[in-house]
Structures are given as structure tokens and as C-alpha cells.
């Protein structure tokens, strides 16, 4: 590459590091908690201590030669969900003890003035490679940076404005380069730590790792499954954050599935294989599915395919001339397109603007799209997930030994070196210690005398449920056994073990009234339950499958959730003559009696009048904008009763509206079992992302507040707490090179300064590391201390009637979860509100 015609200006920098005299010593050197990030908390508008804290105003100032007239102040985008009157957040009960965490700590770190610019390209380059390059032919004017493709950060102040000029080699088209200051940030500044995580994705290129979309991953290191046409790609997955004394950087392994083929590979073979159906195979394929270009190292999520435009069609560009797409891949990228009667793929580019609806539409080519990730037919092919899981799940001790590996790798390539000497950043070898408490095993307790029985360490109760009767049983006479004419000969057999299996835990069973089919197909299925439902409504309708077919399960649950409502419970006919099929029949017989209002047991919640509610939101797989909010609240103290609600929304807004009015209806019926309204609510809201958590708060918590409000008769009549549950992490727990044990708590060191969080490790996996769950309380006026709050999490992990062990997070959060993925995936449409007072949807 080469350059022209350079204009550029530059100012003396100005170095002042935080402590000397001026104005910047305002910040004082890195302090503790919040004040690290430069931020003084405020109460919520209201005053009401259970508020959490709006948007903080940033205490940064900026001085010296070059900086805005008097003292700057930098607005954050930091929302402080912490409530105002939560001074220690820490636990107390259990037993204290020392893990390991995969992160590792910044022993020092930049304390100097930082400048960050805007760099704009002009025509636009979209290669990220490539606008590194192009810029960083002007080093020597700019100087020591660091840039990721959009912004530069110097440790000296430039002119507030440089534009240079390059040509790219590949085209010969001459780059304009815009470079704009955009502000000068200080310690503590909000934005100050984003520098720090720039400067690691810049020593992942120096270690010759490889960016697929918008992680790095190491291609030298990759894993064949050739039988599969797949390859894996080992990645790392870092953030660099202010936590509560330190600067920490947690790095999770990480892994992408490549598939061999291209999305030209698969149109090629849809249309030999089946000439006349291509089309909508290959549609059907493609669809949704998320493909990485490589020319530019990006990914795109496939939306339709254009059969009607191919790559010898024109398009215009920018400056009005036109190209076909075969002359512009050859041009931009050297790239030789072979089959130029390919349709293309449809996708939409990223809107710059947040506001923006949605991007512009793009096409692609598909020999040049490789697919990623896995196709509902994979996850389903048993043998291939079981060979990713083996190379995936690592354990504890190999995950440990890869992430001492990859620092390692750090200190020791010269280049990663030299970048942190300039950058005055030293990164700790070892990974961190924190402490952490070890919660007691909980107790169950069964129906029956002998009743209460603690649980094993590992949270699993299975054995200790062995001749322990449920606590709730309802009496089940009326039911429909369907079945197809082949599979009936297995019928009476299994009927026996349930009926026999029931009677053990209390459950009393009479024998069902069989129905037999002439073939398994989704529509006999359905005019099967039409035409017994229609007649008359058994307590129960349980059908027997060949195999998992979706559509015949979504047949099945549409007529029994929505049409007819009715509890069913579907199973599969080789459950049927499984080897343990005792231990099934009995799972399967608490499934049963759940859904008719029974409950196998408890813990015991020590709080009179709690009412706990569980929100999950999954996406609509048939209709792109649409989503499914399940909301799933207990009605009684031992949470054996439960309410749900299930609403269609489009907007943020209607979600809002929706989660207050299901919340409202949960308390009427809290109200229409219990005669009194609950005195408290604690509600666990899943799905939510980092960038949503002020928008929750600011809508979603203050409509439920604001509707309670009105129903109760003022705000001092019930007390409320609003906690986001998060599963989706990258931090990892290691206890003696092993998982820690079920129970496991961690309230500090890690956790955030703004926030009022807390991790459990709440559930034991047989393969791979254990994932913590975290929580984050944006919203509490119980009145209930840390140490409180923690236990009443962990309790409610035992109450999820599916499996007799602890689960990954609160069973209200479960239930509403397992409701939201029925209905976004097989219903489509709000059950019926005559099964709002069973589990219908185990």
C-alpha cells in the first residue's frame, strides 16, 4: 500500500499522571469501589431506598494544554443498578474457604491521560485488517496508538482534526482518512477500562490468532471431524472490567464450529439430489442460519434468498457507476467467483444509527459464505454431539492447564511484551484466589411420617426419594392412553409400571382408557384428541410417540394447550422399554401428578406471605418479531401451587405492559387461594442483556410498581425485590482443580462495585466445568440482608419438580422458562387460561 498527498497537524501532548499537581489529581489515584470508575451514586427520583441508582454524573476532569476551557465533565453510559441503601453486600452463613477464578489480575495499569479519536474512512473499507493497515501507514506522524478499526487512543494529544490520505494496493482507490478527537479521559473515567480491552484484542493479532466475527480464534490449533464435515476452532473469549478493588481480566476458553462446506456446497448438492425440490430445500437450510464471509472476517445471519438476482447482475456503488459483483469481488478482494448463476442471500448490514430500525439490505455470494454453528439435525444427531462434547466440555483441571497456557503465551511472545511496556500494563501468571462460603445442604422434606431428609452434596436427592410419598397427590380416574396400533402390544406392560410406580409415592392412578391410532402422523394425532375431547374432558390425555418429530409434538400440544385445553404428557416408545424403566415410570409419574396440581416436595422458606415469580422471554421461531414473556409465580408458602401467564409482544413497551398485567393477575390469584394479597414479592427476571439492564429498570420495574401500587393502595403496602438472573457467563469456578461444590457462593472480589451482585453455583455437571449463575438485584425494599437473599436463591434451585436435584437457577425462573420455549417453539399462540393454575407445561 501505498500514500499521497498526507495533511496533517499535530499539538504537544500533554502526559500528567493522576497524583501530580492540577487539576487531574481531582482523581485521585485508583481507589476503591465506585469512586474507582469516577462516579457518585445518586438514590432513585423517587427517594424510595429500594431504588437503584440512575445514571451516575462522572467525576473526570480534564486539564493541561489543549483540554476544554475550566473543568470538563465526561458524561458515562454506566447504569448503577445497585439500590442506594445497600452498603455490604456480603454474606455470612456457611463455611469460608479460598477458589481459583479464571481471571488474572492487572498488577499495574496506565494511570496517565488517554486521548480517543474517531477514525472515519472515506470511500468506507469494511475490512478491519485493512483499516488497521491503511492507518498505520502514518505511525510516524500520529506516533504510539492503539486502534481497533473505529477508535484510537494516544497517550499524547494530536491536533483535534488530521485527515491523511492512502490508496489501497488491491484496487489502486485512493482512501481518505478522517481522524477526530473525540475526548481525553482520565482515570476513572467510564470509558478508560475499553482502552485496556483494545490492547488485548491487539496481542491476540501478535499471538497470530484469527478473527471470526467478532472473537479471535487459533486456526493452527483447530480440531477435525471429517466424518462430519466439521471443524473446530479453539478460541479465548476476554474482558478486561473494574471490579470491586482491581482491574480484572477474565478469559474463558472458547470454541467455533466451521463447517467444510460453503453455502454454494450445499445448493449444489439440494440440487442434484432433488432437482424439482431445491429451492425450498435450500431455503429451509439457509435461512436463519449465521455464515462467516472470509474475505472480511465477518458474519451475517441469512434472512432470504433472492433467486431472481445472481452474481452477474450489476449493482451501483456509491458514486453511481455500476458493477457486477463478479467484477467487484475480483477487484476489491482477488476473489474469482466460479458459478456465476448462484442466486444470492439476502442479509441486512448493522444500522449505524441505535435508533435504526434495521440495516440496509446486502447480498452475498454463496460460494463465498462457509456456514457456522450447528442445524437443528446435527444437535439432534447423537453421535456428533457427543464427539463436540468430548472436545468442548473441558475439564476443570485442562481448562485450568489452557488458560496458564494462553498467559503464558503472553508473557512470552516478544511483541505482547513490548506492547505492554509501552502501555506501562503488567498482567499477573497465575490465576486469582477469592474467597467464597460453602452454604449447607438443604432439606427436603416428603410426604408421609419420616418426611425430612437431607440432601447429598452434590444437590441430588434421587436415592432419598426411594419409598418417600408426595407431599400433594390428586387422585387421577379419568385419562386417555393413545397409542399407534404397531406400538400397542407395549401398552399394557408400561401402564402397569406407572400404575404400580404411583401407587408407591401416594399418587393414585386408575387404569387409563387406551385409544388406538392407525399411523403416527401429526394430523391423526390431532384428529384423534379432537374427536375424544370433544366428547368429553378426562383429567389427562397421555401420548405415546415414535420418535421426536416437532411437528407431531407441536400438533399434539397446540390441541391440548390451546384448542382443548387439557393437562398431556407425551413420551416416546423407546422410554417405554428403556432398562430402567422403574425409575423412569416414576419420573414420569411425578411429571403427572405436577400437572394436576400435585407436588412430589418442599424446603422450608421461612417468610410468611412471599409470593416468588419467575419472567423468561424465547423468540417466536416462526415469526421473526415476535416474542413469548411466560411469567410463572408460586401461590402458596411451600411453593407447591403455582399461576402462569404467557403474552405475545413485538415492543419493549408491550413487554412491559404485559409483565405488570401477568404480574397483577398472579397476585389475584395469590389473592383467590390465600384470601389476603402476599405481603412480599421477589421476582427473577431471565433474559436480560448487560446494555438492557437501565431500560428494565426504567420501564419494566416502575410499571410493576406503579400497578402494585394502585392495587395494594400505596407503596408502603407490600415489599418488592427485582433481581436479573444471568446464566450466560464466561467466568468459571475451580476448587482443588476441580468443580466446586453445589452450594458454593461468591459475593465478592469479582463481582461489580455498582452492582448488587452475588454468584451460586447451584448445580453439579457430569462433564465439563461448572457454569455459577449470577444475580444482580437492581430492585429491593424486603428488608431482607445479603446473606438472606443468597439462601432464599440457592432454596428455590431444589424446587424445580422436573429432576430431583438442584437446578442452574430459581424454579419459578425454570418453569417460566420452559413455558416461554413450549409456546415460542411448538404453540405459537397463548395457551388456554383454564391451565393457569397447573404446571401443565412440564
Not at 408426595?470 to 399394557?492: N, Q
Not at 409415592?505 to 387404569?511: G, M, P, T
Not at 411451600?638 to 405475545?648: D, E, I, L, P, Q
Request: net charge positive; with cysteine.
Amino acid at each position: 500500500m501505498t500514500f499521497s498527498n498526507t495533511v496533517f497537524s499535530t499539538g504537544r501532548g500533554v502526559i500528567q499522571r493522576v497524583g501530580e499537581k492540577g487539576d487531574s489529581a481531582a482523581i485521585g489515584q485508583i481507589g476503591r469501589g465506585v469512586e474507582r470508575l469516577g462516579i457518585q451514586p445518586t438514590a432513585g427520583g423517587s427517594g424510595d431506598a429500594g431504588a437503584g441508582s440512575s445514571t451516575g454524573a462522572v467525576a473526570v476532569v480534564s486539564s493541561g494544554r489543549g483540554a476544554a476551557r475550566g473543568k470538563r465533565i465526561l458524561p458515562a453510559d454506566i447504569f448503577i443498578s445497585k439500590p442506594s441503601h445497600i452498603q455490604n453486600k456480603k454474606g455470612t452463613s456457611g463455611t469460608h474457604k479460598t477458589i481459583k477464578v479464571n481471571y488474572f489480575k492487572l498488577l499495574k495499569a496506565t494511570d496517565w491521560a488517554l486521548y480517543q479519536y474517531r477514525v472515519d474512512f472515506a470511500p468506507e473499507e469494511d475490512r478491519t485488517i485493512v483499516r488497521k493497515g491503511l492507518l498505520k501507514l502514518h505511525q510516524k506522524s500520529i506516533g504510539a496508538y492503539i486502534f481497533d478499526g473505529t477508535v484510537m487512543y494516544t497517550s499524547h494529544r494530536l491536533q483535534d482534526q488530521m485527515v491523511f490520505t492512502s490508496t489501497r494496493q488491491s484496487d489502486e482507490q485512493h482512501i481518505t482518512i478522517t481522524v477526530r478527537l473525540v475526548s481525553d479521559l482520565l482515570v476513572g473515567d467510564a470509558h478508560y477500562i475499553q482502552f485496556f480491552n483494545i490492547i488485548m484484542r491487539k496481542c491476540y493479532e501478535h499471538l497470530k490468532l484469527k478473527l471470526v466475527g467478532r472473537n479471535y480464534f487459533d486456526p493452527d490449533a483447530k480440531m477435525s471431524l471429517p466424518e462430519y464435515k466439521l471443524e473446530l476452532w479453539p478460541g479465548y473469549l476476554s474482558s478486561i472490567r473494574q471490579h470491586e478493588r482491581d482491574i480484572l481480566m477474565c478469559v474463558e476458553i472458547t470454541n467455533k464450529v466451521m463447517r467444510l462446506e460453503t453455502l454454494g456446497d450445499i445448493l449444489n448438492n439440494y440440487y442434484q439430489s432433488s432437482p424439482e425440490r431445491y429451492r425450498d430445500n435450500f431455503c429451509n437450510t439457509v435461512i436463519g442460519t449465521v455464515v462467516l464471509t472470509g474475505y472480511n472476517n465477518n458474519t451475517y445471519r441469512i434472512e432470504d434468498v433472492d433467486f431472481s438476482t445472481t452474481p452477474s447482475d450489476t449493482f451501483p456503488l456509491k458514486n453511481g457507476d455500476k458493477i457486477t459483483y463478479i467484477d467487484y469481488y475480483q477487484r476489491k478482494y482477488g476473489i474469482r467467483i466460479r458459478n456465476a448463476k448462484h442466486p444470492m442471500l439476502v442479509t441486512r448490514s448493522k444500522p449505524k444509527n441505535r435508533q435504526a430500525e434495521e440495516g440496509d439490505r446486502v447480498y452475498l455470494v454463496p460460494e463465498l459464505c462457509r456456514a457456522t454453528g450447528l442445524t437443528d439435525s446435527m444437535r439432534e444427531n447423537f453421535r456428533l454431539m457427543a464427539s463436540l462434547a468430548q472436545k468442548t466440555r473441558l475439564k476443570p483441571d485442562m481448562r485450568i492447564k489452557m488458560l496458564l497456557n494462553f498467559n503464558q503465551r503472553l508473557h512470552n511472545e516478544r511483541a505482547v511484551k513490548q506492547e505492554f511496556s509501552e502501555w506501562n500494563l503488567q498482567l499477573d501468571n497465575r490465576l486469582l484466589d477469592i474467597p467464597a462460603r460453602q452454604l449447607e445442604a438443604e432439606k427436603i422434606y416428603f410426604g408421609g411420617q419420616t418426611n425430612m431428609c437431607a440432601v447429598s452434596d452434590d444437590g441430588d436427592w434421587t436415592k432419598i426419594m426411594i419409598n418417600k410419598t408426595c407431599v400433594i397427590s390428586p387422585i387421577l380416574k379419568e385419562w386417555v392412553f393413545l397409542i399407534s396400533e404397531r406400538d400397542k402390544h407395549l401398552a399394557e406392560e408400561f401402564i402397569q409400571h406407572i400404575i404400580k410406580v404411583s401407587h408407591g409415592i401416594s399418587f393414585q392412578v386408575s387404569r387409563p382408557r387406551n385409544e388406538y391410532l392407525r399411523d403416527d402422523r401429526p394430523g391423526t394425532y390431532s384428529d384423534m384428541l379432537e374427536q375424544i375431547l370433544s366428547k368429553s374432558l378426562p383429567q389427562l390425555v397421555f401420548c405415546v410417540v415414535s420418535n421426536n418429530r416437532s411437528d407431531r409434538y407441536s400438533a399434539i400440544k397446540k390441541k391440548c394447550c390451546v384448542d382443548r385445553p387439557v393437562p398431556s404428557q407425551v413420551c416416546l416408545v423407546k422410554t417405554m422399554t428403556h432398562r430402567n424403566i422403574k425409575s423412569i415410570a416414576t419420573k414420569i409419574a411425578i411429571q403427572m401428578n405436577c400437572k394436576l396440581g400435585g407436588a412430589p416436595w418442599f424446603v422450608d422458606i421461612p417468610l410468611d406471605g412471599i409470593m416468588m415469580i419467575g419472567f423468561d422471554v424465547c423468540h417466536d421461531t416462526t415469526v421473526k418479531t415476535k416474542d413469548f414473556g411466560a411469567t410463572v409465580a408460586s401461590l402458596d408458602k411451600r411453593m407447591t401451587k403455582y399461576f402462569s401467564a404467557v403474552s405475545a409482544h413485538t415492543t419493549g413497551e408491550e413487554l412491559s405492559n404485559d409483565l405488570s398485567d401477568n404480574i397483577c393477575k398472579a397476585v389475584q390469584a395469590y389473592y383467590a387461594h390465600n384470601k389476603n394479597l402476599p405481603s412480599r414479592i421477589v421476582i427473577y427476571r431471565d433474559g436480560v442483556g448487560e446494555g438492557q439492564v437501565s431500560q428494565v429498570m426504567e420501564r419494566e420495574v416502575e410499571y410493576i410498581r406503579k400497578r402494585l401500587d394502585r392495587m395494594y393502595g400505596g407503596p408502603d403496602k407490600y415489599k418488592m425485590a427485582f433481581i436479573i438472573v444471568t446464566k450466560r457467563l464466561n467466568t468459571r469456578f475451580f476448587e482443588n482443580n476441580d468443580n466446586p461444590a453445589t452450594g458454593t457462593i461468591v459475593d465478592d472480589v469479582i463481582t461489580s462495585p455498582i452492582k448488587y451482585d452475588f454468584f451460586i453455583v447451584s448445580q453439579k455437571v457430569r462433564q465439563g466445568t461448572v457454569t455459577p449463575t449470577a444475580y444482580s438485584v437492581i430492585y429491593d425494599n424486603l428488608g431482607l440482608d445479603p446473606d438472606k437473599m443468597q439462601r432464599l436463591t440457592y432454596k428455590l434451585t431444589h424446587m424445580y419438580y422436573n429432576c430431583s436435584n438442584t437446578v442452574r437457577v430459581p424454579a419459578p425462573c425454570h418453569y417460566a422458562h420452559k413455558l416461554a420455549f413450549l409456546v415460542s417453539k411448538f404453540i405459537h399462540r397463548a395457551p388456554d387460561t383454564q391451565l393457569q393454575n397447573s404446571l401443565y407445561f412440564l
